[in-house]
């Protein structure tokens, strides 16, 4: 960790967070980084104690680990809740949530349950038991860890195998990000939220944009938001494809802070503030990319499509894939349309909904309810509006929005008043869609099947999903006629047409992140494989170390035919969806592989085999798979799909493109994602793949052959420590544990340097058998 005082050149935000974790770096350029904050929750952790356990490893640091359970509980009255074995039914869900209570208790880890006010979505619990901290290193098993960074901490989604690492050793592999900042200048119009302006920046930048890169988020607009508005900005910072996004903490963060069960107190606050108060972006310091966006281009906006960068302004229309040559994007536009249930050129404010949802972690906090409230009180659901659930993120937001009275108002509108959990964004739950039903979402995923198969999500922000349900279609917020004239707010509605013509443009276009002058496109691909140390002395002395328990396997060469994929932003959700999740164990995932694009009901009903690629002889044999889209496994965090992938027999995936946390998932199970330009994919070995011939994938080499050895891809990139890895089947936790003597210096600084961040969950105050909060309701305020 280099003293502040030794750096001389201007840093950025993420640049000083970065440093001051560094617990060893290796000449390659990669570190070993201290994690301060570890939220667990049940479905990306069984397997992971489930190592520790196999391994005789402990939790290194219990205090800085915090678990809850937010996906697979339903979100229906706990008034009747004696037990976990009666209240959930599904059995896979009982599962994964008793497993994690008896993780917790094996541990020793501190956990809110069921009972406890305090459980809620992990992104929700963290920074409202002051838990989550300015400055700190944030990481949980779920891509929306993200959410954190409006803290000004570096907060990222990890995979299983890292949530193991991070318990046995508190520390994590990365490389440095590229620094990112997206300047959003000027004030946002009256009655614009920060979900406009989260989607518009996603449609503007799409959803690879931010690859590889940390995002900061920085102007008047977000300087003159809550802390609730900037972590739902930051909460989709992963939807740009970002590893984290970031927002300097400020004044507005201090007071957020301030008094939360396990923020610092007394002097250590004082010694806190003053340390938090260094964290911003130096005058002068470099960022790779800097964009500048007008807060007053921004007006209400939803999504049309299968991704998040499908976001249009809400006075705008259905794309027409007639607009656009490029056959890919074309293809790709067509196949959502289709999906989506969508004529092309029809005004969005026409499209009538079946439901509404309104929670997640984007938007369940007490403003996003309040916001929520304001649109329906007054008001009657549509009745052809089937069901409308609004579900606050934790316990405790829910008793804070009853004591305001929200929840009469969302129920004498007909809106349903739940518990607190992930609900129908994941639908890992009973909450779910039916197939072809159209959902007015406050969520932050649009994919195909994610709220139940078959089901068409459309994202906005919490006043336009509750505008939806009382009117039964997508509004423009701003012609709402709010019942009580106090709420309204007060607009001046001037569609400027140009634009809307040029976000409506975006659709087909994104813009390509800009390069740093001189850098190639293929140099800022290498860079983003950083992320692991080079082969270095420790790693030959791991067979003194228990073998992890992935049982990782060697990968040296690899012949087989590969199955051609014609497609972009394949998402994690598609790759292994939500209902495959709940198992307890690594293994038997392969029925599971491309679910919803494998099998379909027939006309009686029964589920039969598409003519999906994989389904179709040769390729049922294939051990690789050549994509030609971008992105390929982008979303969630679930290492449930290089499991499902390897489990079919797929060894190696071809892509120009990868999601960074599927990408690091990939290597730590024996799976090697390799980035080819979408040119050579095209050009060679797609139709190579097409024409059923085999490839021969050759690690050590680092080289691709043909059917008749010759050279098709002359070098494909690896970083150094991961080939290591890859090619003697090692396990990282093993090799980290070398370098327990760095680990302890490091905690011997962090231990006076960073005292304020010492004691963290353990100052939990256990509540046992209660459903009280300890906390009284005057210290209720958040
Ligand atoms: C289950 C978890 C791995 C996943 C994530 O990483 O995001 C989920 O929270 C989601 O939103 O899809
Ligand atoms: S995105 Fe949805 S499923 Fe994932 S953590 Fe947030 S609320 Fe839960």
């Known amino acids: 960790m280099p003293a502040i005082s030794e750096i001389s050149s201007p840093r950025t935000l993420y640049d000083k ?35 520790l356990r196999t391994a005789g490893r402990k939790v290194r640091r219990t205090d800085c680990t915090l678990a809850t359970v937010d996906h697979n509980i339903p979100t229906v009255s706990r008034k009747t809740l004696k037990n976990i074995d009666t209240f959930i039914k599904e059995d896979d869900s009982r599962l994964q949530v008793k497993t994690l209570e008896q993780n917790v208790k094996d541990f020793g880890v501190t956990y809110f349950g069921m009972t406890d006010d305090r459980q809620g979505i992990v992104h929700v619990v963290g920074p409202e038991q002051g838990f989550t901290l300015p400055g700190t290193t944030v990481v949980c098993g779920d891509s929306h860890t993200s959410t ?32 990112m900042r997206i300047t959003i200048e000027g004030k946002l119009s009256p009655g614009i939220t920060s979900k406009d302006l989260v989607l518009h920046v996603i449609g ?16 008047q607009a977000i300087e003159e938001l809550s802390m609730e508005a900037r972590m739902s900005i930051c909460n989709m910072a992963i939807e740009a494809g970002a590893r984290a996004g970031m927002i300097r903490p400020d004044n507005i963060t201090l007071e957020y802070i301030k008094g939360r069960p396990l923020a610092p107190k007394g002097a250590e606050w004082e010694k806190a503030v003053s340390y938090w108060n260094s964290l911003y972006t130096d005058e002068g310091a470099h960022f790779d990319y ?25 006075t705008g229309k259905v794309p027409d894939p007639a607009d656009v040559s490029d056959p890919i994007k074309k293809a790709s536009i067509e196949r959502a349309l289709s999906y989506m249930g969508l004529t092309p050129n029809t005004p969005l404010k026409e499209l009538s909904i079946d439901k509404v949802f309104i929670g997640s972690c984007t938007n369940s906090r007490i403003e996003d309810l309040r916001e929520a409230a304001r649109v329906v009180r007054g008001h009657k659901k549509a009745a052809t509006v089937k069901h409308a659930l609004v579900v606050p993120g934790s316990g405790l937001i829910k008793k804070r929005a009853e004591a305001e009275g929200l929840d009469k108002i969302f129920q004498a509108a007909g809106f349903d008043w739940r ?32 709220q139940g198969a078959l089901s068409r999500t459309h994202l906005m922000s919490p006043a336009m999903a509750a505008a939806a349900g009382i009117m039964g279609h997508f509004v423009d917020i701003r012609e709402f006629p709010y019942a009580d004239p106090v709420d309204q707010p007060k607009v001046t509605i001037e569609p400027n047409a140009s634009e809307s013509a040029a976000l409506q443009k975006a659709i087909y276009d994104h813009e390509k992140t800009p390069l740093a002058p001189g850098e190639t496109s293929e140099e800022a691909a290498e860079d983003e494989i950083n992320d692991i140390p080079p082969e270095d002395h420790t790693a030959k002395e791991t067979p003194s170390e228990p073998a992890g328990p992935t049982g990782m396997d060697e990968f040296t060469t690899l012949t087989s035919i590969a199955a051609p994929l014609d497609r972009a932003n394949v998402d994690t959700d598609a790759i292994i969806p939500k209902q495959f999740l709940k198992t307890i164990k690594r293994t038997g995932l392969s029925a599971g592989l491309f679910y919803e694009w494998r099998f379909a009901k027939d006309a009686s009903g029964n589920m039969v085999k598409t003519d999906f690629v994989l389904n179709t002889p040769p390729f049922t ?7 030609t889209g971008d992105n390929f496994g982008c979303g969630s965090s679930r290492e449930h799909a290089p499991w499902a992938l390897k489990d079919f027999g797929i ?16 290597f730590k199970n024996g799976l090697l994602p390799i980035r080819i330009s979408q040119d050579v994919i095209e050009k060679v070995l797609y139709p190579l793949a097409v024409a059923q011939k085999e490839l021969t994938i050759d690690l050590p080499q680092q080289k691709i052959f043909g059917p008749d050895g010759e050279v098709l891809v002359d070098h494909f990139d690896v970083e150094p420590f991961r080939k290591h890895c890859l090619v003697n089947g090692l396990d ?15 905690e011997d600084v962090r231990r006076s340097k960073f005292s304020f961040l010492e004691g963290g969950s353990k100052l939990i105050v256990p509540v046992k058998g209660t459903k009280k909060s300890p906390y009284g309701n005057k210290a209720q305020e958040w």
Request: aromatic letters at 8%.
């Open 17 to 51: 967070v970065f440093d001051d974790h560094v617990v060893h770096k290796d000449e390659s350029g990669s570190y070993l980084l201290y994690i301060d904050r570890h939220l667990v929750h049940e479905v990306t952790s069984p397997q992971a104690f489930e190592g």
């Open 148 to 179: 954190h960074g409006a803290f000004g901490s570096l907060a990222f989604g990890i995979g299983t195998s890292e949530v193991e690492h991070v318990l046995a050793t508190q520390t994590i592999i990365q490389a440095k990000s590229k620094n």
């Open 204 to 219: 503007v930048i799409g959803t690879a944009g931010g690859t590889g890169s940390v995002i900061e988020f920085a102007g």
């Open 290 to 314: 800097d964009i500048v966006i007008k807060a007053s281009d921004i007006i209400p906006t939803i999504t049309w499509g299968n991704s998040p960068q499908d976001a249009l302004p809400i």
């Open 419 to 450: 518990e607190a959990g992930c609900s129908m964004c994941l639908g890992m739950n009973p909450d779910i869609l039916d197939p072809e039903e159209r959902c007015a979402s406050t969520s932050n995923r649009n994919f195909e099947g994610r």
């Open 621 to 627: 044999k294939s051990q690789i798979l050549c994509v």
């Open 651 to 666: 060894r190696s995936i071809i892509a120009p493109s990868f999601g960074d946390i599927f990408y690091n998932n990939s």
């Open 732 to 746: 990282d936790i093993g090799i980290t544990m070398q370098k327990e003597d760095f680990i302890q210096k490091y």
